[in-house]
Every structure is written in C-alpha cells, then in structure tokens.
C-alpha cells in the first residue's frame, strides 16, 4: 500500500468535529510528512542563489557536497547487491524473473523510442538548431574503447572479484547478484539462511540510506552550489541553444510523461502516490548527477508507492544502468546540432528513424555514474561519419544539460517499476501486500523525525 501519511495521521482529529481545526491540524500533519524532502528542495534552493550570486567562488563548499555524494556511492554497491539477490532468491519460480525482465525492457524500449520522438518534434517546432555556428577545436587525448565486443564482455563481467565491488562495474555487479539470486532459490531449504542473511542485508542498507539522507540538504546543497558555479560560465554562445531547448523539454516530459505513466499504471491513485514519493529520488539524481547514486532513493519510494519488492528490487537498480529517457532527449539533441553545424539535414525521415535508433542504443550504454556517455557520443559521431573535432561539441552540450537529462533517467526508473507492476499484478497491484510494505522502520525520514519527537 503506498505510504503517504505518517503514522499518526488517522488519530489527530479523532476527537474534533470543526472544520478549522481539522483544517490546520491535516495542514500540520502534511507539512510533517513532508518536512525532509522540503528541507531537501530548501538546500538545493539555497545552493543554486549561492551558485548564481558567488559564481566560480561557490565551488569553495563543494567539499561538504562531495561528502555526500561519495557517501551514497559507497552505500550503492552492497544495496544493489543484496537488493537485487535478495530479490531474486525470493521470488517464488524462474517465470516470475523472466516476467519481469520481459517487460522491464519492453516498457525501458517504449519510453526511450517516446521520449527520442519529443525532442525530435520539439526541435522540428523550434528550429532551434538552424543557423548554429560553433568554432571546432579537435578532441584532447581520445581514448580507445576497444571492439564492440570487447565492450560487451567488460560491461557484463569483470575479470577479478574486487571489481565487482565498484560503481563503475554496475551492471557487472548486477549480474554477479541475479545469479546469486537464482543459486540461493535452486538449493531449496539449504539456501534458506543465506537468502535470510540477502533479505536482512537489504533491510539494513536501507536503513543506511535513512541514516546518511538526514545529511541530504546540505550535500545537495553544497553541490548544487557549485554546480551552477561552474556552468555558468558554459551557457555562452550558440551552447545556450541546447541549454534552451532542452531544459523546457525535460520540464515537460518529466511532469507530462511520467504522469500519464502513472496513471496508466495506477489511476488517479497511481498518480497521487507517484508524485507523492518522488522528492527524494529527483533532488538526490538532479544535485549529483547519478542514477546510481539516486538508487537508494528511488527504492525507498517504491516501497512507499507500494510496488512490489520483486519488481522494484530489480527494476530500479537494472533502471539506473540501461533506462535513459533523458539520455534519449539528450542524443537526438546531440545529434541535430551536430547536423546544423556541419550543414546537413536532419529532419528526414532516414535520419529520423536512424536517429532514434542511435538514441536508444547511446541510452543503453551510458552507465548510471558522471561522464559516463563517452562511448554514446563516439557512437553517435561514427555511425554519423562526423569527425572528431565534433566530439568536444556533444561533450559540452552534454555536460550543460547533464542534470536534468540525469533526472528523467532516474525518475523514469520508478514510473517504469509502477507500470511492470500493473502489466504483471494487474490493476489493483496498489492493493496487494507486499511482504515488507508493513515495517515501519524504513519510513519517510518525515515520518522517522516525527516518530522521533512523539
């Protein structure tokens, strides 16, 4: 059942029956349940006029949001392993995972090809990219990448253990946690204790991410400060284009697509539950830039939105490696303006299908960690026959529209987890219990400071 009051709530009013009174008393209680993910958006404020207001000077408090942000990474790895494993260990037949995976990856294919198709028909509308002049400079030190097959291999394995246990070997890792997953579920009542030790695991890290998000507002904070620091200086010229076009688009997708997924997967109530217990995943994705880093968010605000364990637990941490909605808007842009700069067409129908075809294969190899579209944007120039001065270009577009492309990605993840769950449990899925839905110990951090002060 989703989670959107705390736990007082059925008993403030009771023994009231005016109106005024029960008025400010639901008032109160909102702004309870609401005060951590308020004091969030208030720190990302604060951040932002700092940026504005001290410009490059704000990047001297960049530490106290680094802080954060290693934090959350060094807490990402065990959770999505003893999350997904546990999951999977859990789940009652190999069908139920297949399932799953089936239609996670329909669902992650639907929404990557509409979002590639809003940007093509928002720069089609603006012609926003006609007439761009962009001074080229060739590229410092390109790294090699290697085979698309060498590429494969190291993204789904690594060749030595310690790896497993990095950011940067995330879907390595996920792997390596399905197929724990699958051994403890094969060997019966032997893998039981082990599957217990999974599950408490997950429990634990969960709490972890309670613990390390009362420090949130003033990482974020922080980071945020140094962020619009450091862009600023960036939105110059024929750049501040992609930074127009883009950041009204994301707005738009983020608030109209993901609503109708919702409600597609849950109704009005669908809705109400989604945007109830997104605050979290959205300021922690928009301040650091990861999907990854906003994975213990987003599986805390599964549970509160009520999406079963199994679907969440592989769905969002699986999300923040292969789902980027945001990452398809931001190659069909990356693509267009390179078009109008070199003086081709885009706007074909070839181009066009090729164009949201790239943008799908550059969403599914950009990892869920900063900087990690490096391989997208030489996919993008060689399949295009661009040369390799144009590579600097995508890359400044990439990092000035980073922050919100990283957001839709992140979010996205929980909206796909909502519609899984109505494709496989159904319309009433909101109403099913799950097995962990009832603990309280891993409540809103609202909920857990008033708790607290009760």
């Known amino acids: 059942m989703p989670n959107t009051t705390g736990p007082s709530a059925t008993s403030t009013n009771s023994s009231n029956d005016s109106t005024p009174p029960r008025s ?23 951040g932002a006029i700092i940026g504005l ?3 490059e000077k704000a990047t001297v408090i960049k530490p106290f949001g680094t802080l954060f942000i290693n934090m959350m990474f060094t807490l990402v790895v065990p959770l999505v392993f003893f999350s997904i494993s546990s999951a999977v ?4 037949s190999a069908t139920r995972l297949g399932k799953i995976l089936g239609s996670m990856l329909g669902i992650f294919a639907i929404t990557g090809i509409i979002a590639s198709i809003v940007m093509i028909a928002a720069l089609w509308i603006t012609k926003a990219t006609e007439g761009v002049k962009v001074e080229m400079t060739q590229p410092e030190d390109v790294e ?9 291999v190291s993204t789904f394995v690594v060749d030595d253990f310690s790896k497993i246990l990095s950011a940067e070997h995330m879907l390595a890792l996920i792997v390596f946690a399905v197929i724990v997953g699958i051994a403890t579920s094969k060997i019966g009542a032997v893998g039981k204790p082990f599957a217990q030790f999974l599950r408490s695991g997950s429990e634990v890290f969960l709490k972890f991410t309670s613990i390390i998000m009362y420090y949130a507002p003033i990482g974020l904070g922080a980071y945020f400060a140094a962020l619009i620091g450091e862009l600023g200086a960036q939105l110059v010229g024929d750049y501040v284009r992609a ?22 997967a849950g109704g009005r109530r669908g809705i109400f539950a989604f945007w109830s217990n997104i605050i979290e995943p959205t300021a922690i ?5 990861s999907s990854v880093a906003a994975i213990p ?7 509160r939105i009520g999406v079963p364990r199994d679907i969440r637990e592989t769905i969002i941490p699986i999300g923040a490696t292969i789902h980027m909605e945001g990452s398809s808007l931001s190659a069909i842009l990356k693509i267009a303006f390179l078009f109008a700069v070199f003086g081709r067409d885009f ?12 943008a799908l294969l550059a969403g599914m190899v950009m990892a869920g960690i900063p900087s990690g579209g490096f391989i997208g944007e030489l996919m993008i120039i060689t399949l295009y026959g661009f040369p390799a001065a144009a590579l600097p270009i995508i890359q400044i577009i990439g990092t000035v529209i980073d922050p919100p492309a990283t957001t839709v990605n992140a979010v996205g993840d929980q909206a796909s987890s909502m519609m899984v769950a109505r494709v496989l449990d159904g319309k009433d899925w909101m109403d099913k219990s799950d097995d962990d839905t009832t603990d309280e110990s891993e409540g809103t951090l609202a909920e857990v400071a008033s708790t607290e002060k009760s």
Do not use: C, H
């Open 24 to 46: 400010a008393s639901r008032l109160g209680q909102i702004l309870r349940n609401y005060r951590f993910p308020l004091l969030i958006l208030t720190g990302v404020v604060i």
């Open 53 to 55: 207001i001290f410009g």
């Open 89 to 92: 260990a859990g789940m009652s």
């Open 144 to 152: 090699e990448v290697g085979s698309i097959g060498d590429q494969l």
């Open 243 to 264: 930074f127009l076009v883009y950041y009204p688009v994301a707005i738009v997708y983020f608030v109209v697509a993901f609503t109708l997924y919702a409600f597609l």
């Open 285 to 289: 994705s928009l301040g650091t830039s």
């Open 297 to 303: 968010a987003n599986l805390r605000a599964g549970k």
């Open 347 to 358: 706007f074909t129908p070839g181009n066009i299908l090729i164009g949201i075809a790239v």
